[in-house]
């Protein structure tokens, strides 16, 4: 389980019983298991970092896609089959006991709803062979999947599935789950960046700020302010704005992207000590890479920009590290990652700079933000970006991928879960603003 | 056998020779020839200073050691302490030594206990948000300082802009066998080590007895709370810094460790706690350091020959001994007034390098350690486990 299956988890903190459960952690899991979830964590993390090494680093990449590929779905067939991961999962749940004493750590009879495939196959056998009569969700994190989030005996699960976005929906039918099993919710995003469900106060504020500082030259609200005027609730036609802007970078939880911060650095060098960018480095709970990133920053010369145009996210605690992150995305302008889960925070206005994907899901969550075109690959190198950046902000772009991500992308996620889970029933909308 | 054993008895030998001579040459000095007050506008370059104090009970001549910090010659400074509750019978000596120094600043504030962090930097966590200081100095409550030795250390930040300035330890006042064997320890092995790993190879060892810190390049990492679930600070801080781009370095300016009273029981527990987390930190270097106690090494050599090595054995520890005893000569200056520890020298030493191999061993059985009152559990870079850190953990091994 990585960073993108906690953050999936963290914004339905309140709706639950207990708390976040992470399985495989020092409190949850039998001791004999926990071995088996540290050498996958740790394979993934090895394998995620060397990834950018010449021969043996592409190898251990291969061997990464290779295990999560994800099949073309076109032309349309019947993938319901068990693939290679299915019965790998399968063995481990059986034999190795995998999963196998979490029941003890579920209140009773109350829904559970899991981000990470593996604990929910295995509750789910369990819920088959008569152990609990609880609902049984998972929560899909990204645009597209690997067989190996439906069990052997797709048609005849109970496993429910939340889904972030239609092809995925699709996906889940290809694999042979039944359609009643599949709930369009769209992706949890964090509430403290929305506002209401009605009202979408907080996220309106913030992306009407955002479009103004992404627009300094006027060029998308001349095609935009009205249905820009119509959709926030603004009684005249907003302004063009500030002229300094905030980018964020992502640097993933295995801390693979850490050396295009020195290239960024170099480029924005400039801007940042005249006060006309601020960037954000989002470090995720390693120190390592904390370590790495304030390294750069000293290369560079900017240490003195250190909270002032330049902001450190980091905690080792991960929800804490979650909640400062929520925070800063209120004052982002451009979110700069590669296609994780956080593509689908494009819903919140944010235009979605793509570095470069790693893994088949990834890949697909990129061609999903091209889509919506709420997802930019960058025109040029990181070590040119102060150039390019310019030229996307100039000329409308990123805020026109701001604007298609708030209209397109599911905004009500985490409403809609829990209207599910209290009600069980919940509504799918067309309206940008009730989806 | 006999050629591997020599072998290694050479290595040995080498590097202690050059740990010794490089003690000698970077020896304390009675003054450290800082910046001498030369008028009120170079006094101005001096950077206001915090000394953050975390104190748990009385160490040994507690009073004359916070004295020394209240007689320092530098323009602007505080003095901070955080101890557990005001139950603490450092409090009443505290007080006692301020109200003779009403001109410097100082603030005495109770900072609890938190059972899963590292009790002495969730002190350091408080003081450092009641300072005001552009630098911070760490100087643990048994530590004892000459008047010019802040003045040397920001001479050294001043020269270089380091944002951590480390210093070499001398041991110190001993008045018991154990006291002469911990703080010759500390002369030979512990300082040896900071001055030689820093002269030949750059590599900071700092001891958390003193650390300078400038207070922004901490700010980066969020404080010192950054370091609050380890136990070995000091290393980690040194380390942190480095990699993080920060100038790390020493001047070799000493400060005193005031150790008069140890008995073999705190001896060998205070040695086994930092044998431990150096185990944690880095266990390449762990293992090698059984290359610094020759003397052990020599007599598994005469053992496993049935006793042929008796001269080599003689030879080694002679060889030790004198090494040590120009160690203690040239740091030791207090001690080396007093006749006693000169005559129990020769016999201290082999002693000493008994108990440190049976403390050598303790990480391979235990990975608890006791420190201020509890037994904490630790991991790799000396990680403070508890079962309720579970996330923490889960990030930590990856």
């Known amino acids: ?435 | 056998m006999k050629i591997a054993f020599i072998i290694i008895l050479s290595i040995s030998g080498v590097y202690l020779f050059i740990m010794t001579f490089m003690t000698i040459i970077h020896r304390p000095r009675r003054s450290y020839g800082g910046s001498r007050k030369s008028s009120s506008r170079a006094e101005l370059l001096y950077p206001p200073v915090s000394i953050l104090k975390p104190i748990r009970g009385v160490e040994d001549d507690l009073e004359a050691n916070l004295e020394s910090f209240y007689r320092l010659d530098y323009p602007v400074y505080e003095i901070l302490f955080a101890i557990d509750d005001w139950k603490d019978k450092a409090v009443e000596i505290i007080k006692r030594v301020s109200e003779n120094y009403p001109r410097i600043r100082t603030s005495i504030m109770a900072a609890g206990h938190h059972s899963t962090e590292n009790p002495k930097v969730h002190k350091l966590d408080f003081l450092e948000k009641q300072s005001y200081g552009r630098l911070l100095w760490v100087a643990d409550a048994n530590v004892r300082v000459e008047a010019d030795t802040l003045r040397s250390l920001v001479d050294e930040y001043l020269k270089n802009g380091s944002s951590v300035i480390f210093s070499p330890i001398m041991g110190t006042c001993s008045r018991t066998f154990a006291s002469l064997m911990e703080n010759t320890s500390l002369n030979f092995f512990t300082s040896g080590n900071v001055i030689s790993l820093w002269k030949l190879f750059s590599i900071p060892v700092v001891v958390g007895k003193s650390m300078l810190i400038d207070r922004l390049a901490l700010k980066t990492f969020g404080g010192f709370k950054y370091f609050k679930d380890y136990l070995a600070e000091d290393y980690l801080i040194g380390k942190s810094f480095q990699e993080s781009g920060f100038r790390v370095s020493t001047n070799f300016t000493w400060v005193s460790n005031i150790s008069q009273r140890a008995s073999l029981k705190s001896f060998f527990k205070r040695m086994a706690r930092w044998a431990r987390l150096r185990y944690q930190l880095n266990r390449p270097a762990y293992l090698s350091e059984i290359l610094l106690n020759p003397l052990v090494l020599s007599l598994s050599a005469v053992v496993v020959s049935g006793g042929r090595f008796w001269n080599l054995f003689l030879l080694v520890a002679a060889v030790k001994i004198l090494l040590e005893y120009l160690n203690f000569l040239a740091v030791n200056a207090r001690d080396r007034g007093r006749l006693v520890n000169h005559l129990l020298f020769p016999l201290m030493v082999p002693v000493k390098d008994v108990i440190f191999f049976a403390v050598y061993l303790t990480p391979f059985f235990s990975t608890s350690v006791e420190w201020r009152g509890g037994r904490i559990r630790v991991g790799k870079n000396s990680l403070i486990y508890h079962p309720s850190r579970h996330d923490k953990l889960v990030y930590e091994e990856a």
């Open chain 1, 1 to 435: 389980m990585g960073l993108g299956h906690l953050r999936a988890a963290f914004p339905l903190r309140r709706l639950s019983e207990k708390e976040i459960i992470v399985w495989g952690s020092g409190r949850y899991a039998a001791p004999n298991e926990k071995k088996y979830w540290r050498a996958i964590r740790r394979t993934y993390y090895f394998l995620s970092r060397v990834g950018s090494y010449p021969v043996l680093g592409k190898l251990a990449l291969k061997i990464i896609m290779s295990i999560q590929k994800i099949p073309p779905f076109y032309p349309r067939k019947d993938l319901s089959s068990p693939n290679l991961a299915v019965k790998l999962l399968k063995f481990l749940i059986r034999r190795a006991g995998l999963c196998r004493k979490l029941p003890e750590y579920l209140p009773a009879g109350l829904p559970v709803i899991h981000t990470f495939y593996a604990t929910a196959i295995a509750l789910d056998r369990m819920v088959d062979r008569g152990h609990s009569n609880r609902d049984n969700y998972l929560l899909v994190c990204d645009a597209d999947i690997n067989r190996v989030w439906v069990p052997e005996k797709p048609a005849e699960s109970r496993l429910k599935y939340l889904v972030p976005c239609t092809q995925v929906k699709r996906r889940l039918l290809s694999y042979g789950v039944r359609p009643e099993n599949i709930y369009m919710t769209g992706f949890p995003l964090p509430v403290e960046n929305i506002g209401t469900e009605s009202g979408l106060e907080v996220l309106k504020i913030d992306l009407l700020a955002r479009l103004r500082r992404l627009d300094p030259g006027g060029k998308f609200f001349a095609y935009h302010s009205h249905s820009v005027s119509h959709l926030l609730g603004l009684k005249r036609a907003p302004e063009t704005g500030d002229s300094n802007f905030t980018v964020m970078f992502a640097i993933g939880g295995a801390g693979a992207q850490a050396e295009i911060v020195r290239l960024i650095l170099k480029s924005l060098n400039r801007s940042i000590q005249a006060g006309q960018v601020r960037l954000l480095l989002s470090c995720g709970v390693q120190r390592r890479v904390l370590e790495k990133t304030i390294r750069f920053i000293n290369q560079e010369g900017l240490w003195n920009q250190i909270d002032r145009n330049i902001h450190l996210i980091f905690s080792d605690d991960v929800f804490v590290y979650f909640e400062q992150f929520n925070r800063w995305l209120r004052q982002t302008d451009v979110l700069w990652t590669k296609p994780s889960e956080l593509s689908f925070y494009c819903a919140l206005g944010l235009p979605i700079l793509m570095a470069d994907p790693i893994g088949p899901q990834e890949e697909l969550n990129k061609r999903w933000l091209m889509e919506i075109h709420a997802g930019l690959m960058p025109p040029g190198p990181p070590e040119y970006c102060a150039e390019w950046l310019a030229d996307l902000r100039e000329n409308g772009r990123l805020a026109e991928a701001a604007w298609d991500g708030f209209l397109k992308g599911r905004k009500l996620g985490t409403y809609k879960i829990k209207k599910l889970l209290e009600q069980g029933q919940y509504s799918e909308e067309i309206s940008p603003l009730k989806q």
